[in-house]
């Protein structure tokens, strides 16, 4: 089998805007355009940008245990979750270890739908639904067009009743242009923006319409790629990048706890029960490393991959990094020692190209009250 077995039904637009269609999760991606990545980065800060993020996996879970295989599977209090609500969620193994995180959206009563990335997410699914009356369906023809940035909502808003009292996290079953579609007040920038599910064979009318009607305003198509920029400013982790799928512990297997990757927030409070619970909480102050940003000296941006010394010893490594045209810095996220994960620590990020100096800052970056991604109105 190819290593790109599901296709969007987008991939003539993005061929034509210069993309050689590389493999994410299965799906012939746009990682690349034939233009320069900084001018999206700043669409989506200043006006908005529209992605293809099909390569998201969606799994509709429906059956009278659809909540209690949710509640087995992810860290989420289900019933805090009502329909027309979503979530961000993880799963873990039973070592307490993260395998994957998603969004949990709430369609109905018994119904959800769960959209996650690369990690083993529907794998976890499937063995939370073992001997349980429920149903799952992975669903390749469901396609996400990812509207980002603070125009975003203007031009909804001309098409869509009601967007603009459409809350964060949650989502509103609509049509689009006369199409069927689910809008979602999510995405992956740290912006106000909105993921629109459509069918595939309605997602190239919807794509070119956006474009179309939205040139005016500044939106623009944008690639895959350049939410690497956006979720270095936002704290945004993506699998298995920022993880020891990449990252390895000498003589330990892969997986790193939500502590050290500073998603505990995502375990509802109290909550037990599910896939690896009691090693979550017995794992507790034990981090062998924390996230944590860098702030580099200078415009040159972080190797991906690039080492991190503090006086002489290797303390981290930089996972995602990237220089902003609009605040002018450089700064990466990246995996810290400890006791180094402290702001204004003073580091060596080394390049291929020479050392930068760098020192320890608190995440995000940008917005860090999340001011944008939750206004109203």
């Known amino acids: 089998m190819t290593a790109s077995w599901r296709f969007s039904t987008l991939a003539d637009r993005h061929r034509a805007l210069g993309s050689k ?6 799906m012939g991606t746009a990682w690349t355009y034939d233009k320069d990545a900084d001018e999206e980065y700043i669409a989506i800060r200043t006006k908005a940008g529209l992605m293809d993020v099909s390569g998201l996996k969606k799994v509709h879970i429906t059956g009278p245990h659809a909540s209690h295989l949710i509640d087995l599977a992810t860290t989420r209090d289900v019933e805090k979750i009502y329909p027309g609500k979503s979530a961000y969620a993880c799963m873990l193994n039973e070592a307490g270890k993260f395998t994957d995180d998603c969004i949990l959206y709430r369609t109905g009563p018994n119904s959800w739908m769960v959209v996650h990335g690369s990690g083993t997410g529907h794998e976890e699914l499937q063995r939370a639904a073992m001997g349980r009356d429920v149903s799952l369906r992975f669903d390749d023809n469901l396609h ?16 869509v009743p009601g967007i603009r009292d459409l809350n964060y996290f949650h989502h509103m079953q609509t049509q689009l242009f006369g199409f069927p579609v689910m809008i979602s007040r999510t995405g992956y920038t740290g912006e106000r923006g909105y993921e629109i599910f459509c069918r595939g064979q309605d997602a190239g009318t919807i794509w070119d319409r956006i474009l179309d009607e939205g040139k005016g ?10 939410l690497d920029m956006l979720r270095v400013e936002s704290y945004l982790l993506f699998y298995p990048y920022d993880n020891s799928q990449k990252y390895p512990f000498e003589n330990e297997g892969p997986g790193d706890t939500l502590w050290e ?3 505990d927030f995502t375990v509802s409070p109290g909550k037990t029960g599910f896939r690896g619970a009691e090693e979550h909480y017995r794992l507790k102050g034990k981090e062998r490393f924390k996230i944590y940003g860098v702030l580099l000296d200078g415009k040159e941006p972080a190797d991906e991959g690039a080492p991190i010394y503090r006086d002489g010893k290797k303390v981290g ?19 810290l020692d400890v006791d180094c994960a402290v702001k204004d620590t003073k580091l060596e990020i080394r390049n291929k190209s020479g050392s930068i100096k760098a020192t320890a800052q608190p995440l995000p970056f940008d917005d860090p009250k999340k001011t944008k991604r939750t206004a109203k109105g």
Do not use: N
């Open 21 to 26: 269609l590389e493999d994410w999760s299965g």
């Open 144 to 159: 996400d067009l990812s509207l980002q940035g603070p125009a975003a909502v203007d031009y909804l808003a001309k098409h």
């Open 217 to 226: 305003a500044g939106i623009i198509p944008c690639r895959f790629t350049t």
């Open 261 to 263: 990757l500073g998603l």
């Open 317 to 335: 490594v930089v996972t995602c990094a990237m220089y902003s045209p609009l605040v002018e810095k450089s700064m990466g996220i990246a995996r």
